[in-house]
């Protein structure tokens, strides 16, 4: 069974820190970019990093560039999302998607972690 889990997410206070793991089952990452998605309530789902498969090149959306960052590591076929000096408008349902090509269109979705910033 093809499946992306992620977690890593809770509650943590402004300017703190928080590591989202993807990790998948049923195939390998290897060959795929993993995009890390992001939907806060009331808003529109917002593409917020990705890693490519072939040369591991990363892209940022301008609102995390800076404090994210997305690495991958191929013998626990696991993406990793750091996430340093959160702010509350960081708040969001955090979901990773694997894709041929960072941008194209997403083939297999995980189900969400909840990451909240608050004091």
């Known amino acids: 069974q093809v499946q992306l889990v992620e977690s890593g997410g809770g509650l943590v206070q402004p300017g703190g820190s928080l590591r989202l793991s993807c990790a998948a089952s049923?195939?390998?990452?290897?060959?795929?970019?993993i995009g890390w998605f992001r939907q806060a309530p009331g808003k529109e789902r917002e593409g917020v990093s990705c890693i490519s498969s072939s040369d591991s090149r990363t892209y940022y959306a301008d609102s995390v560039k800076g404090r994210f960052t997305i690495s991958r590591d191929f013998a626990k076929n696991t993406v990793y999302l750091q996430m340093n000096s959160l702010k509350p408008e960081d708040t969001a349902v955090y979901h990773c998607?694997?894709?041929?090509?960072?941008?194209?269109?997403?083939?297999?979705w995980g189900q969400g972690t909840q990451v909240t910033v608050s004091s």
């Open positions: 998607a694997a894709s041929v090509l960072c941008g194209d269109e997403y083939d297999y």
């Open positions: 049923g195939f390998t990452l290897d060959y795929y970019a």
